[in-house]
C-alpha cells in the first residue's frame, strides 16, 4: 500500500513538473506601416474601412502548431501569438516620437519576435512629419534592433511590401528608391536575418500579372460593392483580403528559409 501510495505521489510530481515547463506562447510584435496594420482592431471595421486589409492581420493563421516547427529556431515554443502594433502612416521616426516603440519595448520578454517593416511614409519627402531621409532611416531601423536584444528579444528587418507600381515590360519594379537596400545594409552590418519583402512581392506580383494583382490584391474596387466605399477605390499601395494573405505568406515562407540557416 505504501509503495503504491509512494508511486502516486511521484507520478504527480512528476505531471507537475512537466507542466509548469512547458514553453509559454511567444509574442510576434508587428511595427511598421497600413501595409502591416490590422484593420480589424478598429471599430466599426466592416462598415468603415473594409476590405483593406494589413498582411499582419492575417498573420496567426500561419504560427499554427505544425507551422512552428519550421521555424522552430526563430520561435521557440509550440504556439505564437500575433502582436500587431503597426499603424497607418507611421515612419520609422513617427511609431518612435509617438511613444508607440515604447509601449512595445515594455513588452518585450525573452524569446519574443519583433518584425520591423516600415519605408512607405519614410520616404515621403511631401509630408514632414513623416519624412525621414534614408540615413536617418538606418539610425531608426538600427536602434529598434538594439532595443530589441537588449531585452534577448529576435529582431526581424523586413524591406517595404511592394506598390502595385512602377511596370515595364510586363514586370514589376522598385518604388521606394534606396529604402530597401537601406534595410540591407543595416541587416548585413548588425548581422539580423532579413526579409527582403521587397524583392519577394514584386517577384510574385509579376508572376500573377498586373491585371490579376490589380483586381484581385491591391484596393482597386468597383463603385457600388462595398459599404466602405460606394464610389469604388483606386489604391494601388493596400491590400485587398486574398492580397495581404499572400503577402503574409510571402514573410512566413522567408522565416522558414532564416530558419534553415541558422
Given at each position: 500500500m505504501k509503495n503504491r501510495l509512494l508511486f502516486a505521489s511521484l507520478s504527480l510530481v512528476a505531471f507537475s513538473f512537466s507542466f509548469t515547463i512547458k514553453p509559454a506562447p511567444v509574442k510576434v510584435f508587428l511595427i511598421g506601416d497600413s501595409t502591416v496594420a490590422d484593420y480589424s482592431l478598429e471599430s466599426n471595421y466592416k462598415q468603415k474601412k473594409y476590405p483593406i486589409t494589413g498582411w499582419g492581420q492575417v498573420f496567426q493563421r500561419f504560427l499554427v502548431r505544425d507551422s512552428l516547427k519550421k521555424v522552430n529556431h526563430l520561435i521557440k515554443s509550440d504556439s505564437a501569438i500575433v502582436v500587431d502594433k503597426a499603424v497607418g502612416g507611421r515612419s520609422t521616426r513617427s511609431f518612435f516620437e509617438e511613444g508607440r516603440w515604447k509601449d512595445v519595448f515594455q513588452s518585450l520578454e525573452k524569446n519574443d519576435l519583433v518584425l520591423i517593416q516600415f519605408g512607405h511614409n519614410d520616404a515621403a519627402k511631401d509630408k514632414p512629419e513623416r519624412y525621414t531621409p534614408v540615413e536617418a532611416y538606418k539610425d531608426?531601423?538600427?536602434?529598434?534592433?538594439?532595443?530589441?536584444?537588449?531585452?534577448?528579444?529576435?529582431?526581424?528587418?523586413?524591406?517595404?511590401?511592394?506598390?502595385?507600381?512602377?511596370?515595364?515590360?510586363?514586370?514589376?519594379?522598385?518604388?521606394?528608391?534606396?529604402?530597401?537596400?537601406?534595410?540591407?545594409?543595416?541587416?548585413?552590418?548588425?548581422?539580423?536575418?532579413?526579409?527582403?519583402?521587397?524583392?519577394?512581392?514584386?517577384?510574385?506580383?509579376?508572376?500573377?500579372?498586373?491585371?490579376?494583382?490589380?483586381?484581385?490584391?491591391?484596393?482597386?474596387?468597383?463603385?457600388?460593392?462595398?459599404?466602405?466605399?460606394?464610389?469604388?477605390?483606386?489604391?494601388?499601395?493596400?491590400?485587398?483580403?486574398?492580397?495581404?494573405?499572400?503577402?503574409?505568406?510571402?514573410?512566413?515562407?522567408?522565416?522558414?528559409r532564416i530558419n534553415i540557416r541558422k
Open positions: 531608426f531601423l538600427r536602434m529598434y534592433v538594439n532595443e530589441t536584444r537588449k531585452k534577448k528579444a529576435v529582431p526581424v528587418l523586413i524591406t517595404p511590401v511592394s506598390r502595385n507600381y512602377p511596370w515595364k515590360d510586363g514586370k514589376l519594379g522598385n518604388a521606394h528608391g534606396d529604402y530597401p537596400q537601406a534595410v540591407r545594409d543595416v541587416a548585413a552590418e548588425l548581422k539580423v536575418p532579413l526579409v527582403d519583402l521587397t524583392i519577394r512581392s514584386a517577384e510574385y506580383f509579376t508572376s500573377k500579372g498586373k491585371d490579376f494583382v490589380s483586381a484581385k490584391y491591391f484596393m482597386n474596387l468597383d463603385s457600388g460593392r462595398y459599404e466602405a466605399y460606394p464610389k469604388g477605390q483606386k489604391d494601388n499601395t493596400h491590400f485587398q483580403p486574398a492580397g495581404a494573405a499572400e503577402v503574409a505568406r510571402l514573410v512566413f515562407n522567408e522565416l522558414k
